[in-house]
C-alpha cells in the first residue's frame, strides 16, 4: 500500500514536501516515482529514483525547483517541491514498480500507486 500526505494550498513561490509512505511491501525491492494530473489532462510524469535513492531524474517542467528522495529504513519516499507555480496545481500520485525494471517516465510502466494528494498553488 502507498499512501501520499502533504499536499495542500500554498502561494506561487511556497514551497511544499510531499510524502510516500509504503506499508506491505520491501520498500528497497521498488523503483519509485511521481506523477500528477490537473483536472482534463493526462498523468504526467514528474520525477523518479531509483531503489537506493542515488540516481534520480526529473521532467524537465520541474528540474532545479523539486527533489526526489527516498529513506529505505523509513519506507518512505518524499518530493520536495520549491518554487512552486499555479501550472504546478494537481493531484500528485506515487507509484512502485520492481527494482529490477529500473525507473520508467511512463505511469502505465507503475503497477502500483497511491491515493493522490492534491497540491494547490494560487496566483
Known amino acids: 500500500q502507498l499512501v501520499e500526505s502533504g499536499g495542500g494550498l500554498v502561494q506561487a513561490g511556497g514551497s511544499l514536501r510531499l510524502s510516500c509512505a509504503a506499508s506491505?511491501?520491501?520498500?528497497?525491492?521498488?523503483?519509485m516515482a511521481w506523477f500528477r494530473q490537473a483536472p482534463g489532462k493526462e498523468r504526467e510524469f514528474v520525477a523518479a529514483?531509483?531503489?537506493?535513492?542515488?540516481?534520480?531524474n526529473y521532467a524537465d517542467s520541474v528540474k532545479g525547483r523539486f527533489t526526489s528522495s527516498r529513506d529505505n529504513a523509513k519506507n518512505t519516499m518524499y518530493l520536495q517541491m520549491n518554487s512552486l507555480k499555479p501550472d504546478d496545481t494537481a493531484v500528485y500520485y506515487c507509484?512502485?514498480?520492481?527494482?529490477?525494471?529500473?525507473?520508467?517516465?511512463?505511469?502505465?510502466?507503475?503497477?502500483?500507486w497511491g491515493q493522490g494528494t492534491q497540491v494547490t498553488v494560487s496566483s
Open positions: 507509484a512502485a514498480r520492481s527494482r529490477i525494471l529500473g525507473t520508467s517516465e511512463k505511469p502505465t510502466g507503475y503497477p502500483y
Open positions: 506491505g511491501i520491501t520498500f528497497s525491492d521498488y523503483a
Open positions: 529514483i531509483n531503489w537506493s535513492g542515488r540516481s534520480t
